[in-house]
Every structure is written in structure tokens, then in C-alpha cells.
């Protein structure tokens, strides 16, 4: 059974620069598209980032282009979410999920696994 496991949230300044991780456990992690959602009090869980088994090309949305970036070490079964330039509306619980498709899809549906969240505060 896959399990995924996030850490590195916290409370920071506007402007400020966190780093998620999400290790992942249980399955071929190769095999599976890795996403970060947010979900912000009073609001529905949203898309952030994507990345495919293989790396390539990641999918983001845009209020995060050029700000977030998502990556992956495939020897060490862990996704990460570098967040540059952080605002107030970037705060929200962070979710990492796994998508074993192989696709790349920005819709909660199509990921199969997730974690319990990582916190995310930005204070102005």
C-alpha cells in the first residue's frame, strides 16, 4: 500500500522561500506522477504542481509559474515543492498525491494516493 508522507511546512514572512518534501513509500515510485494540491481555509482543495515518473516537463498552475518548482529524486522516492516568493494567498495545508496512470493531470480524481498535508502560513 502506497503511503506518502509530507514535511517542511511552516509559518513565513511574505517573500520568504519554504521547500515541501513528500517521501513516498510502498509502491515502484518511478511509476507515478507525483502532484502537490492546496486546500486554503474556506476554499476547495486546488491543483499546484505535477511531474511525470520520468521528470520531463512539469505542469503547474498559474498562479505559481515562475514561483514554485516542482522536482523529484527518484533514488530517494521523494517529490519536492521549492516555493520562492511566497504570499499571504499561498497559505494553505499542502497535500502531495500519486498518480499512477502515468499521466499528467491536474484533477484530484485521477490521483490515486494521498498524504495528510504539511501546513504553509505566509504572514504579510
Known amino acids: 500500500q502506497v503511503q506518502l508522507v509530507e514535511s517542511g511546512g511552516g509559518l513565513v514572512q511574505s517573500g520568504d522561500s519554504l521547500t515541501l518534501a513528500c517521501e513516498f513509500f510502498g509502491g515502484a515510485f518511478y511509476d507515478y506522477t507525483m502532484g502537490w494540491f492546496r486546500q486554503a481555509p474556506g476554499r476547495e482543495r486546488e491543483f499546484v504542481a505535477a511531474i511525470r515518473g520520468s521528470g520531463g516537463t512539469p505542469y503547474y498552475t498559474d498562479s505559481v509559474k515562475g514561483r514554485f518548482t516542482i522536482s523529484r529524486d527518484n533514488i530517494k522516492n521523494k517529490v519536492y515543492l521549492q516555493m520562492n516568493s511566497l504570499k499571504p494567498e499561498d497559505t494553505a495545508i499542502y497535500y502531495c498525491?500519486?498518480?499512477?496512470?502515468?499521466?499528467?493531470?491536474?484533477?484530484?480524481?485521477?490521483?490515486?494516493?494521498w498524504g495528510s498535508g504539511t501546513q504553509v502560513t505566509v504572514s504579510s
Open positions: 498525491a500519486a498518480d499512477k496512470t502515468k499521466t499528467i493531470a491536474a484533477v484530484e480524481i485521477m490521483y490515486d494516493y
